[in-house]
C-alpha cells in the first residue's frame, strides 16, 4: 500500500513524459516527491485511524458484552439480617460435607473435601495449614464468592444462598493478602470502606489510626488528598500550556506519582476495613494474612485493634504465625490437603499432639533454639 502511494504518481508522470518529452521539467521531478510523500502520509493516517477506531469499537463491545455475564452465584430472597434484633450478633456457620472445585481448575482433586464444622456467633476462629491447604478457598465460600460443588453452609440457621447477595455482602468484612489500592486518594481510599461518610475526614482519620496508616497520611504534603496514582486524564491537552492557571496546576499535581511501600499499602487497605466496621452492619469479618509486608509492631497493633472490635462480630484469621491470635482463639481449624484435620482450642489441640501441635513446635523451636555461639576466630596463623 505504501510503495503504491508513493509510486505511482512518479509511474504516471513518467510514463507521460516518455510519451510528451516537450511538455515535461526536471524541476516537477521535486515537486513529484514532495507530493507523492504527503500522500503516502495521508494514506498511512487514514490507516492509522481506521485501526485505532476499530480497536475502540472492540473495547466498546466487550464492555457492553460484560452486562451479559451471568453470575455464577444464585440471587437469594432473604434479607439479612433475617430478623431485625437491637444489637447486631455475628453471624453463626454450620457446615457440613462442603467439597469445592474451583470452575477453572484442570486438576481433578477438589480444593475443599467433605468439610463439616460449627462456628458459633461471636467465636473468635483460627484457620492454619501448610500452602494450599484450603485457608483461602473456605472464606472465599464464606463470603460468597462462590458457592460449594456439594454440601450445604448454613448461616444464622438459613441455607447461605438464600440471603439477597447485597444484604449479606455489607454484613461482610473482608481483608485479604491482595492489597487493592485504587486510582483515587488515600483518604477516599479509606472512605471507600463505608461509602455513606466517604467525605467525613475525622472517621476517615480514625479508622487510619487503627489501620496504622495515620504516618503515612502525615508524611504527604496534601494529607488525606494526596493522589495514590497519575490520572491519565491529561492526555492530549497540552499541559505546558496552562502551566500557570489553576487546570494546569491540578492536572501537574494529578499525575504526579506518589510511592508507598507493600507495608503502608497494608496499612492504608486495613484502615479502610476499620471504616467499614463504622457502617454497623458489619457482622462477619474474615481476615486472611494481611500483614505479610508489615513489621512485627505494626502487625501486633493490627491484630489488637480487629480483635477490639469483637463486640457483635464473629471474626475468622487465616494465619500462618501462629504467635498471639491462636491462644486468643475459640476455634482452631486445622486444614491439612484440603480436609479439616483438626479443630479445637489451643490446649486441646496440643493434647492431640497431631497436625496442629507439629505446625505450632516447628515455630516455636525456631524461638526457644539456643543462639549459636559466634565462630571464634583462629588468628594464630596471621
Ligand atoms: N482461582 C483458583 N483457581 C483454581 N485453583 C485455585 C484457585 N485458587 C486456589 N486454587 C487452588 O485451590 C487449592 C487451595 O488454595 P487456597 O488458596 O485456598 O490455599 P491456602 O491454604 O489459602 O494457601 P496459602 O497458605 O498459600 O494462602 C490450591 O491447590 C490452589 O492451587
New binding site residues.
Partial sequence: MHSIADDLPMIYYATYSILNPSKFSIASIATLQQSSALIRGSFDYMQWLVQRFRSHILEVKRLYALEQIEPTVKEGVLPYPPQESEKPRGMSFDLKDVSFS?P??KTKEP?LKDISCSIKSGQMVVIV??????????IKLLNRLYDPTSGTIMVDGNEISSYRLEDYRSSVATLTQDHTIFGINIGENIGLGHTDRVDDEALIMKAAGQGGATEVIKKFKDGLATSLRPYNSAYGVHVSEYEDTPLGRALKKMEKTVTVSGGEKQRIVASRTFMRFESGRITFVAVD?PSSAMDPEAEFQLFKNLRSWRDGKTMIF?T?RFGHLTKHADLILC?KE?TLVESGTHEQLMTLAGEYSKLYKIQAEAFEAPVPEPAKIDDSAI
Avoid: D, R
Fill in positions: 474451583y477453572t481448575t480444593a495449614g501448610a500452602n494450599g491447604s484450603g485457608k483461602s478457598t473456605l494474612e487465616v500462618h486444614m484440603g
